[in-house]
């Protein structure tokens, strides 16, 4: 006799899938988060030092829901530190200190670094060729500090496809929370003391890396340039006020 889908009951019997109904509001609750999440990190919250901030009324018009799933997953964002809801006021997108942006960054360095070394195992060669295909339209006549905004896309989009040449979907969740803000980081550092064309440099030499499958070389390589953001935002605490 085949093993059957159906409701719960007191007499279950074993081998069968049991399954509990779930009420719709979650459903909503789950996709509104979701939303905002998406929404929230593509923010460049740093490119202003002023605070940015979100209205549970207009989130629920642009979204086409009520505001309680709304306001359910605005809690749900706040637990994780997004954002943080003010009497009166908003709901206030949070930025962090100088001391937590810089220990993101060397987080970043050490997941990036080990998505990097599993790029060599696991990325296609035609994976690896797209990292470089990035910066082709980069050279003397076309130099990155003189297109900062055009290279500041492209060094996201870099940052971005080397967690995903890992192959590692825990990797990518891990990363998930802390993009938002080493991403803004990375947008407004890139145009100070040249380091545009120090950061292509970097990455054309990752990419050498992955490309030859050296493990040892991909990870030292892609760890040692986010550190160099990390010393960078060390020193350089003024990109804060």
Known sequence: MKSQLRWPAADDAEGELVLERFAPEQTYKTKVYAALKRGIVNMDIYSTSDPTWLDERQLSER?????????????????????KSMPRRGIMVLKKTKREVIEMVQAWAAL???????ATERASDA??????????????????????????AANIQFHQALIKLSGSAT??????????HVRGIRQITIGRDDRASRSMEDHLAII????RRDQEAAERRSRDHTLGLATYVEEHGDIFD
């Open 63 to 83: 979204l086409g829901v009520s505001r309680t799933p709304v306001r359910e997953a605005v809690a749900m964002l706040e637990q994780e530190g997004f954002v």
């Open 112 to 118: 990036e670094s080990m998505a990097a070394r599993l």
């Open 127 to 152: 994976a690896i060729a797209k990292l470089r295909k990035l910066f082709e339209g980069f050279d003397e006549g076309h130099k990155p500090e003189d297109f900062l905004s055009e290279y500041s």
């Open 171 to 180: 990797l990518l969740d891990m990363t998930e929370n802390i993009f938002m």
């Open 208 to 211: 050498e890396a992955l490309e």
